[in-house]
């Protein structure tokens, strides 16, 4: 993983000089990049580039912790995927604070904004944060108020000094840079607040504006003048607003409210999610959960050995992969052709576990037999795959076990039932390696040239003739390759 994000971290830099080029090789992307790694300051953010070029919105949650309503909603914009815009998405601008559950730290984060010049941990993060702001086309940052909004004093819990259900901005239009025309903040505002209402059943709760007027001589929230959207207001010269739900609300309904937000702006700078979000990542496991005669399961990870006696039984309770669903064991050799998951299983030879996302071979783990016959003391290990790169064959001919080496010969006689059971391959998972018996076709439906598990009839006019040496259909080869190139053989003689 770290890798990857690395040569994305690469790319996107790359990208910042050939902006053009690059657009297309980020579209449809996520990058997620992480700031200040390993220390408590970590920042997290994600940028999901939609297919088609389009506005990017800008969401922050978390700037002070203890307004989980903010966090947990940008949370989910996080695996979010767009057929058309952009977003950059800042879960836990905070985390410290989050995790003390606190408003701050050493210094409010949200005031940090404006000639600041005391250091720590939240100016390093305001840093990172004021340059998002100025590459976005919108800015939302996600607080919980507490107090109810309101445009005339109704009470000490309901006045025009409370945050609570209002959608926050700091004049009713922003200039826009240079020659821009003004965009109308208010008129965004109301927009969004009317869609958010439509949720809303209580009356008393309804979302309103709340015009701080921040530049004003006479504005009552002076302190806004060093917040985050105030900083993306007159120097990114961007739209930009706090979206607020009331802190005594429960959290599902805090949450939901600043969805409703993000979705109503999304739609207003033409920002389109896919639905369903589609990402093909490459099907990979990453353990196995096994037991051995009922014993507390194991944990083996993909391409670890787990080892085992003779005739022990075992059970694959359950595998962990980056997916939840289309997932299934095959034991080489043993249970059905389908899934072996949960079954008990007695293992009487060394046999490799092969874990699937549907048709796909996502990882193997192998189970040793030790030959010390002392089955009173079961001690469950779990040891690394050798560094050999020696290839060999497990071969069943007529149900009887059979290993060659590569390259060598395999004498058999017309009529015997030969299965390749599997490949012994050291350190390279052998689901990678094809292993093809050339003049036989397992899959007739779907030939990959992959034979292994396949019973070959040697008996029937099933091997084709023109695959054998000199075409006498005597003498056949097992080729194997690993992404197309040849890594080994083994010769099949046919007696008569
Ligand atoms: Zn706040």
Not at 104 to 117: E, G, H, V
Not at 254 to 267: C, G, P, T
Not at 330 to 348: C, E, H, P, S, T
Not at 456 to 472: A, C, G, P, Q, W
């Amino acid at each position: 993983m770290k890798n990857s994000s690395y040569i994305r971290k690469m790319l996107a830099f790359a990208c910042s000089f050939l902006l053009l080029i690059c657009s297309q090789v980020l579209a449809g992307q996520k990058i997620h990049t992480v700031f200040f790694e390993g220390e408590e300051n970590e920042l997290h953010v994600y940028r999901i580039n939609g297919s088609k070029p389009g506005k990017t919105l800008l969401i922050i949650g978390g700037i002070q912790g203890d307004e989980p309503g903010g966090f947990l909603a940008a949370d989910f914009y996080a695996d979010f995927l767009l057929e058309k815009g952009n977003l950059i998405v800042v879960p836990r601008a905070n985390f410290p604070s989050i995790l003390k559950k606190e408003r701050k730290i050493n210094q409010d984060m949200n005031r940090k904004f404006l000639d600041d010049n005391v250091s720590n941990y939240e100016s390093k993060v305001v840093n990172v944060l004021k340059k998002l702001i100025c590459e976005s086309d919108c800015f939302l940052n996600l607080h919980e108020g507490s107090g109810i909004y309101s445009s005339k004093w109704e009470s000490d819990k309901k006045n025009p000094k409370r945050f609570g259900q209002s959608i926050i901005a700091d004049d009713s239009e922003v200039k826009g840079s240079d020659s821009k025309e003004s965009i109308h903040l208010e008129r965004m505002a109301k927009k969004v607040i009317e869609k958010i209402n439509r949720h809303i059943e209580n009356k008393e709760h309804f979302f309103h504006f709340n015009n701080h007027r921040t530049n004003d001589p006479d504005s009552v929230h002076k302190e806004q003048l060093r917040s985050a959207t105030y900083y993306a207001y007159h120097i990114c010269k961007i739209p930009a607003f706090g979206i607020e739900s009331a802190k005594s609300l429960p959290l599902e309904q805090k949450v939901r409210q600043h969805i409703y937000a993000i979705n109503a702006f999304m739609e207003i700078l033409d920002i389109i999610p896919q639905t369903p979000g589609i990402d093909l990542k490459k099907p990979e496991m990453q353990y196995m959960i096994i037991s051995v005669n009922d014993s507390i399961p194991v944990v083996v990870g993909k391409m670890q050995r787990l080892k085992i006696h003779k005739g022990d039984t075992i059970q694959i309770h359950d595998i962990i992969a980056n997916y939840e669903r289309g997932l299934s064991v095959d034991v080489i050799g043993l249970g059905n052709q389908f899934n072996d998951m949960k079954k008990r299983l007695v293992v009487n030879e060394p046999t490799r576990i092969v874990a699937k996302k549907d048709f796909y071979k996502c990882g193997s783990v192998f189970l040793d037999i030790d030959s010390k016959d002392s089955k009173a003391v079961m001690q469950l290990s779990v040891s690394e795959s050798k560094q050999t790169q020696i290839l060999r064959y497990k071969l069943k001919i007529n149900g009887k076990l059979k290993m060659v080496d590569n390259y060598g010969h395999v004498d058999i006689q017309r009529g015997d039932k030969l299965v390749i059971e599997d490949i012994l391959a050291g350190k390279v998972d052998p689901s990678k390696y094809i292993v093809n018996f050339k003049g036989f076709v397992g899959n007739l439906a779907n030939n990959s040239g992959e034979d292994r598990g396949y019973v070959i009839d040697t008996s029937k006019e099933v091997l084709m003739k023109r695959y054998s040496l000199n075409k006498r259909g005597r003498n056949y080869y097992v080729l194997t390759t690993l992404n197309g190139k040849e890594v080994g053989k083994i010769f099949i003689d046919i007696q008569l």
